[in-house]
Structure formats: structure tokens, C-alpha cells
């Protein structure tokens, strides 16, 4: 047999390489060892969730922001980038409105903006917790003080999703301004789980300058820092950022990437990506298929969505579009997979 199987042998064992064996697991790749990795993927998220599909409304609450992570649309520097923010209220009505659709998890992400302090979102948690008891509140709001992630964990927000982007000092840098360090991301991370919220970290698959190699220490990152969920999706270039003529990541990779990171932390929480779903038209069955157990269709009023620009093309209607919820539940049992309104929350 050879290398690459025995690779992927060892890690469903093991749930375990170096990181050299990461970067040979990927640049070695071949048909064989990605239907290795599907099936066992498949093998052991069945075991854990069965065939359950964990959907989360995702309500993009603003897409101002004080970064200029250089891959993203709605970055601080886009002087084209037409800028909007939800009010409190509004958020509560979409939070309403995904109630009564099923979603018993609501995902408030958006850039960073100075507008949110945690005494806006500490009200904002509180109204949604007493109105929704049962249902989960996830933040995706970027980096802030450990006090602050504090705060709003004790106003009841249960999760935090805060990519860690690269595991990578050096392209860190290549992906981020001076002002933005790999180690600040990384400290928040950590503070975010000691504080007790379910974390999720994650990177772009073919980010720019990205090869096997920082690849393989992402995976060995999360195989670390045993995040409770994993946000990865290819990267999609911007118009308007001096990314605009890369290539996009491929799904691919990113379905790969999936079926490994299964492996590695076989309860992970694992979405199949709107950036997936918008390179490629089955990219969201495509990564359910690959071991991911989660979607998160897009809950923002329709006005707003198109203004939460953080690659071209951004997809958000039809099956993306929580209210077409349907839609999704049809796709997912075409391929064997059942849509649940749940919380959803890792199984430890
Ligand atoms: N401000 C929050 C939310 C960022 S947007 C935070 O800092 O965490 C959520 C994710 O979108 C980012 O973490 C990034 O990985 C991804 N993203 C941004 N630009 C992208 C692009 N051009 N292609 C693909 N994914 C992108």
C-alpha cells in the first residue's frame, strides 16, 4: 500500500500526525486517499450525530469595521464598501424571525465595530436568552479583551467563532497589516475557552501565499487547541482588495481538509462553509458529504445582505437563505441527511 494510505490510516488511529505527515497527507494526495478519508469521515461523524445536520441562523449584524485584514471585502481601507450596521432592535426581530423558521441557534457575526460595546451586546445577549431560553447565542465579532469576551459570556452568549486564519507567523503577516498580530488572535482564542464559551477557530483553504506546509500547522493547531468547532472554507478573492486577480481556493481541498479535521476531533461541529457553497453550486452538500455536521444559512434582512461583501460572488439566497429553509431540508435528504432544529451543541 502506499505512503499517503497508510497516512490516513494512522490519523483515523490515531487521530494524530506531525506536521510533516500533515503536509505529506496533502501534497501527496490522491483519489484513493480522499475516499479513504470520506468514508472514515463519514464512518465516525455517523457514530457521534447519525445523519443530523445542525443548521444556525447567521445574522451579519455590521460590516464596519477597524481591520484591514487584506483578503476581505468589508476591510476598514475599502473606500467602495457601502457600510451599514443592524440596531439592537433589528437583530431582535431577525433573531424572531429565525425562531419561528426552527433556528435554535443565531450566529451574530459582523466586522469589527466600535458601535458594539459589550454593554450593547451584554443587552442584546440578555433580551435574546430571556425571549429564546432553549436556544444557543453564538459571537463571531472578532478580537477583543479578555474582560470583554468575560462580560458577554456571563450575559449568556454560549459560543465564539474567531478563526485563527494561519498558524503561521510569516504569512500571517503577508495576510494582515503591521497593527494585527498572529499572537493577539491566538491569545483570545485561548482566553475564549478558558472563559468556558464553545470555541471554534479555522482558516481560508488557498489563501494567498498559503502552501502545504502552513496547511499542515493549522491542522496540527487545531489538533492542539481541540477547538469544539472548525470554520474553514476556501478563500475567494475581493475586487477590491490587492488579492483581486488570485485564484479561489478549491473545494476540492477545502472537502479534503474537511474529512481530516473529522478525524482528528471526530465530535467537532463542522460547517459546510457559505464560502463552499459559493465556488461551487453542490459545495455545501459536497462538505456535508466530506464529514462537516453544520450550515449556516443566512438569517440578515435582505437589504443588508449583498453589503456583507467579503468575497465576490457571495452567495446568499435560495438554500443559503434561512428562509428557505425547505429548500435546505430537500438538498440535505437528497443526500441522505436530516435538518433538526436543535441547539445543536458539541458532543463531548
Ligand atoms: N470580524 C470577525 C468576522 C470576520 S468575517 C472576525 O475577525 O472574526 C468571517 C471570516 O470570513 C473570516 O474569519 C475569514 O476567514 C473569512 N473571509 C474573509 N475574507 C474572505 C475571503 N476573501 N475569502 C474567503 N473567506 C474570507
Request: hydrophobic share 35%; aromatic share 8%; charged share 30%.
Amino acid at each position: 500500500m502506499n505512503d499517503v494510505i497508510l497516512l490516513a490510516e494512522k490519523l483515523y488511529k490515531n487521530h494524530s500526525l506531525t506536521v510533516n505527515e500533515y503536509e505529506k497527507l496533502i501534497s501527496q494526495r490522491t483519489s484513493e486517499s480522499a475516499k479513504y478519508l470520506t468514508e472514515k469521515a463519514d464512518e465516525v461523524r455517523k457514530a457521534i450525530y447519525g445523519n443530523k445536520v445542525f443548521v444556525r441562523g447567521l445574522i451579519e449584524i455590521s460590516n464596519i469595521c477597524k481591520n484591514d485584514c487584506y483578503y476581505c471585502g468589508i476591510r476598514g481601507g475599502n473606500v467602495n464598501c457601502e457600510r451599514y450596521r443592524l440596531t439592537p432592535e433589528e437583530i431582535f426581530l431577525c433573531c424572531k424571525e429565525g425562531y419561528a423558521l426552527g433556528f435554535r441557534t443565531f450566529v451574530l457575526q459582523g466586522g469589527e465595530d466600535g458601535f458594539f460595546t459589550d454593554e450593547v451586546l451584554c443587552d442584546l445577549i440578555k433580551k435574546i436568552k430571556n425571549l429564546f431560553p432553549e436556544c444557543a447565542v453564538t459571537l463571531s465579532l472578532g478580537e477583543r479583551s479578555r474582560e470583554s469576551y468575560q462580560k458577554l459570556y456571563v450575559s449568556g452568549a454560549d459560543r465564539y467563532l474567531l478563526r485563527h486564519e494561519t498558524a503561521d507567523e510569516w504569512l500571517y503577516k503577508k495576510l494582515h497589516p503591521e497593527n494585527m498580530s498572529l499572537k493577539n488572535r491566538m491569545e483570545c482564542l485561548k482566553n475564549l475557552k478558558g472563559i468556558g464559551f464553545q470555541t471554534g477557530c479555522g482558516f481560508m483553504v488557498g489563501a494567498p501565499y498559503q502552501t502545504a506546509e502552513h496547511i499542515a500547522k493549522d491542522l496540527k493547531f487545531i489538533e492542539e487547541f481541540k477547538p469544539d468547532m472548525c470554520g474553514i472554507g476556501p478563500f475567494v478573492p475581493h475586487k477590491d482588495t490587492k488579492f483581486k486577480s488570485n485564484e479561489h481556493g478549491s473545494a476540492e481541498l477545502t472537502c479534503y481538509l474537511l474529512s481530516i479535521i473529522r478525524l482528528i476531533h471526530p465530535n467537532i461541529l463542522l460547517p459546510a462553509t457559505t464560502a463552499l457553497g459559493t465556488i461551487d453550486p453542490v459545495g455545501r452538500e459536497k462538505g456535508i458529504l466530506s464529514g462537516a455536521n453544520v450550515v449556516m444559512p443566512n438569517l440578515s434582512p435582505e437589504q443588508v445582505r449583498k453589503k456583507y461583501d467579503l468575497y465576490d460572488n457571495k452567495v446568499s439566497s435560495g438554500a443559503e437563505s434561512a428562509m428557505q429553509r425547505k429548500n435546505l431540508e430537500k438538498r440535505m435528504e437528497k443526500i441522505g441527511f436530516k435538518v433538526v432544529t436543535a441547539r445543536g451543541d458539541v458532543i463531548k
